[in-house]
C-alpha cells in the first residue's frame, strides 16, 4: 500500500506543508524484515554485544545462543568473563572479545544486536547496571539493531525490593525502544523462569533476527510448563513434517502465514468459507498445501475439520485461529446480529473448533496460535463487540496454555496493531494516516509481521512460551 505522507515527504516545499499542518512526520526507515525462512546464523558477521555475570544461571545457555547466531561477540567485562563465556557456548565464529563500556565502544564498532542478562539485579541501586551497560553503546547501535534484556519475573520473587527492580526491567525497555525506534532499531524484554534456563535460545533467536522487525517494548515469558519439545534446537526447516491448519487462509494475514509455514517446511491445509473458494484453491496451491472449505460459524465445522485432519493427515500439528471479522459500529447504533456475528467469528468458533480438535485430530506436541488484536488490549471506539471478543482470545490462551502443558501443547496469541491490508486501506485518510505513525516504529505493519510471530509461536523453539500474548505493533502507543 502507498504511504501518501511518505511520497509528500520527498518534496521540501511539500515536507514543510506537512509539519505545517501538524502532521506527524513520517520515518523514512525501512525495516529490514527476513526475506526467507530461519536461518541459522541470524547474525553472521555482525557484533553481538553481551552483558552477563559470572553467577548467573543463564551464562551456559546464554553463552550456547550467542555462539550459534555466527555473530562476534564482545563481552562486556573483563577477559576472565570473555573466556567463561566462550567455555560455555561451545563453537563461535570468533573467540569472544571482552569490552569495557566504562570507555565507551571502540571506534569502529556499529553493533547490531545487545543482550543484557539482568537477572542478577536484585535492588534499585542494581539498575545502575543497565545505564552502566547501554549508555556508553548508545551511539553505536546499527540501524535496525535488536535489544534484549533478560530478567525474572517479578511475581516469582519472595523480597519485594528484587521484584521492584525487575518489574524495572519492562519500564526500562518501553521507554527505550521508544528513543531507539527511529533507527528501526527495536528492544525487547525476555522474563526467564527458574527452571527454564535451557529454554531461553528459541525465544532469543526470534528476538534477535530479521523475523522480529514488527516487534519492539514487548514482554515474553519463557517457562517450563509444556513438555519438552522434539527438534527444539533445529533451526532452518523446523517444520518439516509437521501439518499446520490456517482458519481464515485465503488472503492478507491468513495467506502470509500459510506461506511462511509453508516456507518452513510444513504441510498447510488452507481453511475458508466456501464463498472465497476460488482464493483459497489459489493460496493453498501457492504454498502447495491443501484447500478446505467451511464456515467456522457453521455447527458442524468443528467435527468436520477434526475428522478431515485426523482421516486425512493423520493429525494436525499447528492450528492457526485467523479466521475474523469487524462490525463496526457504537454500542447505541449496533444492531444485535452484528454484535452475535462478531462473537461468533472472533471467539466462539475458536473455542468449539480447538475443543474438537483436542479430542481428535490434535498430536501431542502441537501448537495453537490465536489473532487478538491491540484492540482486546485497549480497546477501540465502535468496536465495542470486536475488542470483547479480541480480549476473550487473550483470557483463552491465558487459561488453556497451561491446561495442555502435559500433552506438550502451547496455546499463544498474537495481537496485531496497525496492519497494511485490505481492511486498513479502506479507513479514512486522517484516521488511517494517524494509526500508521502512532508507534515507536513509525509506520504500519505488515501481514508478514504477524506471520513471522505466528511461525516463532509455531515452531518446537517456542517450547518454553505458553498461555502468552505477543503485540506484534511497532509498539504502539494505544494500550499497555
Known amino acids: 500500500m502507498s504511504d501518501f505522507l511518505l511520497e509528500l515527504n520527498e518534496y521540501p516545499k511539500l515536507k ?28 553472521a558477521g555482525k557484533d553481538l554485544v553481551v552483558y552477563t555475570t559470572e553467577k548467573s544461571a ?3 545457555s546464554l553463552s550456547a545462543s550467542a555462539a ?53 539485579i536484585n535492588d534499585a541501586a542494581g539498575l545502575r547496571a543497565l545505564y552502566d551497560f547501554f549508555h556508553p553503546f548508545g551511539r553505536s547501535i546499527a540501524p535496525n539493531g535488536r535489544l534484549v534484556i533478560i530478567g525474572r519475573p517479578p511475581a516469582d520473587e519472595k523480597k519485594p525490593e528484587r521484584a521492584a527492580a525487575q518489574n524495572a526491567l519492562e519500564g526500562f525497555v518501553r521507554a527505550y525502544a521508544k528513543e531507539i525506534g527511529k533507527s528501526g532499531a527495536t528492544c525487547n524484554l525476555l522474563h526467564v523462569k527458574k527452571g527454564a534456563e535451557d529454554r531461553l535460545d528459541g525465544p532469543l533467536r526470534f528476538l534477535l533476527s530479521k523475523h522480529s522487525a514488527y516487534v519492539t517494548g514487548q514482554p515474553l515469558t519463557v517457562d517450563a510448563k509444556a513438555a519438552a519439545a522434539q527438534g527444539a534446537d533445529r533451526r532452518t526447516g523446523q517444520l518439516e513434517g509437521k501439518v499446520a ?23 498447510v491445509i488452507v481453511l475458508d468459507r466456501p464463498a472465497d473458494a476460488e482464493e483459497t484453491e489459489k493460496t493453498a496451491q501457492a504454498v502447495g498445501g491443501a484447500a478446505l472449505l467451511l464456515d467456522v460459524t457453521d455447527p458442524a465445522a468443528p467435527a468436520k475439520i477434526s475428522d478431515y485432519v485426523a482421516d486425512e493427515c493423520g493429525g494436525v500439528d499447528i492450528v492457526v485461529h485467523n479466521a475474523g471479522v469487524t462490525r463496526d459500529k457504537t454500542l447505541k447504533n449496533m444492531k444485535p446480529e452484528l454484535w452475535d456475528l462478531t462473537l461468533e467469528i472472533n471467539l466462539a468458533a475458536i473455542a468449539r473448533i480447538t475443543d474438537a480438535l483436542l479430542k481428535k485430530g490434535l498430536n501431542d506436541g502441537g501448537r495453537i496460535v490465536c489473532l487478538s488484536s491491540i484492540a482486546g488490549v485497549a480497546g477501540n471506539a465502535g468496536q465495542t463487540n470486536y475488542s470483547a471478543s479480541k480480549a476473550g482470545v487473550i483470557g483463552y490462551v491465558r487459561n488453556l496454555g497451561p491446561s495442555l502443558a502435559k500433552r ?33 516504529l513509525g509506520q504500519g505493519g505488515q501481514p508478514l509481521d504477524i506471520a513471522e510471530a505466528v511461525t516463532f509461536f509455531a515452531s518446537p523453539a517456542a517450547h518454553g512460551v505458553t498461555g502468552q500474548v505477543l503485540r506484534v505493533c511497532g509498539q504502539s502507543l494505544v494500550g499497555a
Open 245 to 267: 491448519l490456517v482458519t481464515g487462509g485465503a488472503r492478507g494475514i491468513g495467506a502470509a502465514t500459510a506461506q511462511r509455514l509453508a516456507d518452513e517446511g510444513a504441510k
Open 68 to 120: 550459534a547466531t555466527g555473530a562476534v561477540v564482545f563481552v562486556a567485562g573483563d577477559s576472565d568473563l570473555a573466556s567463561k563465556v566462550e567455555a560455555g557456548g561451545g563453537e563461535f565464529a570468533v573467540a569472544p572479545k571482552a569490552v569495557n563500556p566504562g570507555n565507551g565502544a571502540p571506534a569502529s564498532m556499529r553493533a547490531h544486536a545487545f543482550v543484557c542478562d539482568a537477572t542478577e
Open 58 to 60: 543463564l551464562l551456559a
Open 16 to 43: 514543510k506543508m506537512v509539519q505545517g499542518l501538524g502532521l506527524p512526520i513520517p520515518m523514512p526507515m525501512t525495516l529490514d524484515r527476513a526475506t526467507g525462512p530461519c536461518e541459522d546464523t541470524p547474525l
Open 408 to 440: 506438550g501443547i502451547t496455546a499463544n496469541a498474537v495481537a496485531p496493531g496497525f496492519i497494511e491490508t485490505r481492511m486498513t486501506a479502506a479507513m479514512p485518510f486522517a484516521i488511517r494516516e494517524a494509526a500508521r505513525r502512532m508507534n515507536s
